[in-house]
């Protein structure tokens, strides 16, 4: 009886590893999309991503967080890369200017808002507070890589406020590392998207950016030329605009394009 046990144990350990084989390898062969996306989409583009693992999208994923302009930038000098998601247009464009982009697969897929942010303890009262001695240093990405950085010089000089402050003004490599400095109490406030301000419970909103102070803030998606998962990638983002990836969006705080 003890030998037909461990034989039966010996059987199924056999099958098991078996099955655990045959799914390694039919995971094995699932194409892995490359994907540069811009940084204040970091959370949400993991679930969304694990969303459409989950309804049944055969792919591996591997994400390139990031400033949209050096994102852009990298795509020029070659990285191997399915599809780009950027924070503004002037990246996207410049790939599609230069004929790195698959024709006829650009859409806008989502929208967002600019808010100047505080440490929560802050007495911040809004963008015209900027200009006041007390306020020592403002954080922003830096506007030559970064649509939200661009966006917030827009603002800044629309509401006559930039040559006020400009001596105060640190560049930071994306939105993310703005809103790290404010909640660090490195600086006294700083320029994000208002998605970014939700995810963190040391910040609050001082202000958002009157929309006619900047250029409509959209988020392009392209394939990008040379992909070799084109019928992958072109699936997935059909996926990013389904009722289930709409609601994880919304959820976040964007809205649709």
């Known amino acids: 009886m003890a030998y037909k046990n461990c034989a039966h144990a010996v059987c199924l350990l056999a099958a098991l590893s078996a099955t655990t084989l045959l799914a390694g390898c039919r995971r094995a062969q699932y194409p892995t999309l490359t994907l540069s996306i811009a940084a204040s989409l970091q959370d949400v583009i993991v679930e969304v991503e694990s969303s459409y693992q989950h309804d ?4 591996d994923f591997r994400n390139n967080f990031g400033a949209s302009g050096m994102l852009a930038r990298e795509i020029e000098q070659g990285a191997p890369v399915d599809a780009i998601l950027s924070a503004g247009t002037k990246p996207v464009d410049d790939l599609q200017a230069k004929g ?3 024709g006829g697969t650009r859409s806008n897929l989502l929208r967002n808002s600019l808010v100047l942010i505080a440490p929560q303890q802050s007495n911040l009262g809004g963008f015209e507070d900027l200009a006041q001695p007390a306020v020592r240093l403002v954080a922003m990405g830096d506007p030559a890589s970064v649509p939200a950085g661009q966006y917030g010089l827009e603002t800044l000089n629309a509401l006559q406020l ?6 105060k003004v640190v560049l930071a490599k994306d939105v993310r590392q703005v809103l790290t400095y404010v909640e660090t109490g490195d600086v006294d406030a700083g320029l994000v998207y208002a998605t970014d301000a939700r995810i963190s419970t040391k910040v609050r909103v001082a202000a958002v950016a009157p ?3 900047h250029s409509p803030i959209v988020y392009p998606i392209a394939i990008v030329a ?3 998962n084109q019928q992958a990638v072109h699936d997935f983002i059909a996926y990013l605009s389904t009722p289930a990836a709409r609601a994880m969006f919304l959820r976040r705080g964007f809205t649709m394009a």
Do not use: N, P, Q
């Open 56 to 59: 049944g999208g055969h792919v």
């Open 100 to 102: 790195l982009l698959v």
């Open 162 to 167: 930039y040559d006020k402050m400009k001596s």
């Open 211 to 213: 929309e006619s102070s």
């Open 226 to 228: 040379g992909t070799r």
